[in-house]
């Protein structure tokens, strides 16, 4: 059996990062590769199309800690858009925006606003997974090629998924440079504040994708019979309902369970959902929200807030009910310190997890980030839904969406 947990990837050997605590971070689970019709090593970077890259490549470094290691741009060659590469822990993070006034970058920019155009995967032969997706019926946007610098050869290809968003699968043999041919390294002019922690996020655990009503079964059996992953766990109807809106979410896994998407669509309730409210502002089908995984959330979140980064609010009576404490049990910090902060906590038959999350990080109410911290469990928050939603709720009213 070719178990592919007790391979890290260059990134996460770049990062530091050890066997063991990635099981930790992210939930890794053994499988067999060699069976897998579409093998997926991990994620290879999230491509962001924004308005303004320049400042929001500042925003990532200042606010969330990453650092820069590369750029493409007038500069280098590229006379259509700016992107820099940033990174934290084994997570690379693109930004593109548009400098050439005819770029189609700024036709996504107008469309969706800011977003997440690629989520891109690595894997260890492209042609294997492109010939598997098109027997399979999925759409194709760019045929194998290689792409060649001085730092060696990129293989690439890429395949279309919910709206406008794509998967670009990249195998990268052993290719040096900072990110793809055609990128030169560049590092932050930004200095740290003193004491503030290397990073703030060590892995990426899972993408969240919003897609249109009565659509979710069509892309969980894309996801399953396209790319071969696994259904994980399910939610429906009541496990996420309040009053005013509902929603479906299954999840599928890549066999090592690197790669997590749930995916979410609305369910008629009252009002219009959070997932309404998404599917409008950003025209359709898209990321919904990026779980960063950290291995201390109180401190991330304390290095956060002091960068400005605001957070849903959590209610005083989701800490003070008495059945929360029933149904968490022990956690490595005392409730009170959560309460202080906002965090949920979540417990299910094989441990618990701590989560938070940002409100939107652009003008509109689409993208936002989770931070996650596992001890265990490979769920997603199930019993913090409610919880979370009614709070979603309380600032959808505030905007006038509800
Ligand atoms: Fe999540």
Redesign the pocket.
Known sequence: MTDTTFTLTEQERTADLELDQLKQLVGLVPYDESTDVFPVTGWDAIVFVVGNATQTAHFYQSAFGMELIGYSGPETGNRDHKSFVLRSGSIRFVVKGGVDPDSPLHEHVRRHGDGVLDISLEVPDVDRCIQHARSVGATVLAEPEDLTDEHGTVRVATIATYGDTRHTLVQRGDYSGPYLPGYVERSSTYVKREGAPKRLFQALD?I?GNVELGRMDEWVTFYNKVMGFVNMAEFIGDDIATDYSALMSKVVANGNHRVKF?LNEPAVGKKRSQIDEYLDFYRGPGAQ?L?LATNDILRTVDELRKEGIEFLETPDSYYEDPSLRARIGEVRVPIEELQKRGILVDRDEDGYLL?IFTRPLQDRPTVFF?L?ERHGSLG??KGNFKALFEAIEREQERRGNL
Do not use: K, L, S, Y
């Open positions: 899972h969240v749930p929200h779980a989560q989770e996650i997603f928050g």
